[in-house]
């Protein structure tokens, strides 16, 4: 009993990291920052900056950076889940990323149109923060929820995380429209621009403290993670050999391999929308900041109904079956919804086809995250090397984010328009939704044969 209690108090400290983090996805990433980049990252009337000696489309420059962030990501997080593993350190890489992301945020509260590439700089690390965490946070759910427990865990991670970050966009909000609720005090003379430019920058910070701050309500909860070696000489040789047993594993297990692939064509569309949907409504729609906030806060409680939907639908789809078959079902009817997404929104004109997109988007976003999540833990073979991984996992999305960016920046960038980059995205949610076929089909397969 105690046991039992002391895993359910690990869970909840785990579901306030999503509380703690997803601020920063959500206050920054997809409607402060855009909106504050847009306006600062302006030359005259022009959409179009001088940066590095070269002409960019602002939104294409912002695309490009973030796209480089994660190429960083990429790189290290596959190495640091092996070393993690090896040497009991998760929660310590973890703890590092968050503060790194949070200071970062913390950082654009300087960022202003005369030192655009400071601002460029600190997203690209507060992103690299934030997804890095992200690795080890994720590598947790198996080894502290049963496999029964874990659609409902990652659903209700993904409905703490909307739900803490969109009170914190509610209270920027309420700073930006209703200012003297606030005891703040606005001229008569200010335009909503400079006020909202006069505000922007506090919520960055605030976005920094509240993530560094409920994060330790996590790290006080969760064990350290990973088997801890003393052999601390040969750790990083010892990642290196971690990566390599994963990659020769993955190579023997088709069902996952074909998940993995599903995965990394359909997140690649997921990200790089959630990623761009503000810049989208501003620059393509002309969407007024006020109502691009609250149109992305409606998403975020949407969002929250979705993640329950979808895990409720994924039990409904998988009852009495191998595991992960109702997660594979499920996330197909999600992508298929996001396929329908991509092109209604090319033909969205005002803001009320805005709303009516986003609210679409909200359903199936927290969804396919959070089933994305669960299904690949259910599909793991019995390991200890949980956070090498989903360190591939974070991986195939952080190399699929890249590859969305960049194309979506080069379409933007190449045509003028970033309708057409959204409609591109259909393409890499087909190829997602043909290899999730393919899933369901081996997964089948191994139904019939038990």
Request: aromatic share 14%; with cysteine.
């Amino acid at each position: 009993m105690q046991n039992e209690q002391f895993r359910k108090k690990m869970l909840h400290g785990w579901y306030f990291y999503d509380w703690a983090n997803s601020a920063y996805a959500l206050v920054i990433n997809a409607t402060m920052f855009p909106i504050y980049y847009s306006m600062a990252a302006r030359n005259g009337d022009s959409d179009y900056v001088q940066f590095m000696g070269q002409t960019f489309l602002n939104s294409a420059l912002y695309s490009y950076v973030i796209a480089l962030s994660f190429i960083v990501i990429s790189i290290l997080t596959p190495l640091l889940g092996g070393i993690a593993d090896y040497s009991g350190s998760k929660k310590l890489f973890m703890r590092s990323f968050c503060c790194l992301g949070s200071a970062a945020c913390v950082g654009l509260a300087f960022f202003n149109s005369g030192n655009l590439g400071y601002g460029l700089l600190c997203s690209a690390i507060a992103n690299i923060g934030f997804s890095g965490s992200l690795v080890f946070y994720n590598a947790y759910l198996p080894e502290i929820a049963e496999q029964d427990e874990q659609d409902e865990a990652s659903a209700k991670g993904y409905a703490m995380g909307y739900a803490g970050s969109s009170l914190l966009l509610i209270g920027c909000l309420i700073a930006i429209m209703k200012p003297e609720f606030l005891g703040l005090s606005r001229s008569a003379d200010t335009s909503d621009a400079d006020w909202f430019a006069a505000v922007a920058p506090f919520s960055f910070a605030a976005v920094g403290i509240w993530w560094a701050g409920f994060a330790q309500i996590t790290f006080a909860r969760l064990p350290r993670g990973g088997v801890r070696t003393h052999d601390g000489s040969a750790i990083i040789y010892k990642g290196f050999r971690e990566l390599a047993k994963v990659w020769r594993a993955l190579r023997k297990q088709k069902v996952l391999k074909l998940f993995l692939t599903s995965f990394f064509f359909f997140s690649m569309g997921v990200q790089t929308i959630l990623l761009l949907a503000t810049l989208f409504g501003k620059n393509e729609i002309g969407v007024k900041s006020g109502d691009l906030i609250a149109t992305i806060l409606i998403i975020q409680f949407v969002a929250i109904a979705g993640a329950w939907l979808f895990a409720k639908l994924s039990a409904i789809l998988g009852k009495g079956r191998i595991a992960g078959i109702g997660n594979v079902r499920a996330l197909i009817i999600a992508v298929v919804i996001w396929i329908g997404i991509c092109f209604g929104t090319y033909f969205v004109n005002s803001t009320l086809g805005f709303f009516i997109d986003a609210a679409a988007v909200g359903l199936v976003m927290g969804g396919i995250q959070s089933l994305a999540r669960s299904a690949y833990s259910k599909l793991l073979p019995e390991t200890d090397d949980h956070a090498s991984y989903f360190s591939f996992m974070d991986v195939c999305e952080k190399v699929g984010i890249v590859i969305g960016m960049f194309s979506y920046g080069a379409i933007a960038d190449f045509t003028g328009s970033m309708r057409n980059a959204i409609a591109a995205l259909a393409l890499f949610f087909t190829v997602g939704l043909i290899m999730l076929l393919l899933t369901k089909k081996n997964l089948q397969k191994g139904i019939a044969k038990s």
